[in-house]
């Protein structure tokens, strides 16, 4: 399989791109419900809620903070999570651009 060319794309492609790949994973996924419900959590609280090993469990955490969707604060030896509202707003505004796109679009018979 090829290198893939992200130079070939816009920095805001690239961007939602890598948003979606995060968002990719249905435990990811969870992740972020559990987060978006309790608004903050105790990191082995997901192990309980999820049923996933702490080491899977912190690898998915790893793929949301690479993103910038959850952050974390540390608290002796845990790390409490959150949604980081200011990112959750800029990759919500990103995907609503695309997906009102096609609202706007004059056109219903495409094909």
């Given at each position: 399989m090829g290198v893939t060319k992200t130079d070939l794309f816009?920095?805001?492609q690239n961007e939602i791109a890598l948003s979606a790949k995060a968002f990719?994973?249905?435990a990811r996924i969870a992740i972020i419900q559990y987060l978006l419900r309790s608004d903050t959590c105790?990191?082995?609280d997901l192990v309980q809620e999820l049923g996933l090993a702490q080491p899977t469990i912190s690898q998915h955490l790893r793929e949301l903070k690479?993103?910038?969707?959850?952050?974390?604060?540390?608290?002796?030896s845990r790390v409490n999570y959150c949604i980081n509202?200011?990112?959750?707003a800029?990759?919500?505004d990103q995907f609503n651009e695309i997906f009102n796109?096609?609202?706007s679009s004059?056109?219903?018979?495409c094909c």
């Open positions: 816009t920095e805001v990719a994973h249905p105790i990191n082995g690479d993103i910038g969707i959850i952050q974390g604060t540390i608290e002796g509202h200011n990112r959750w800029e990759i919500k796109q096609l609202e004059s056109s219903e018979d």
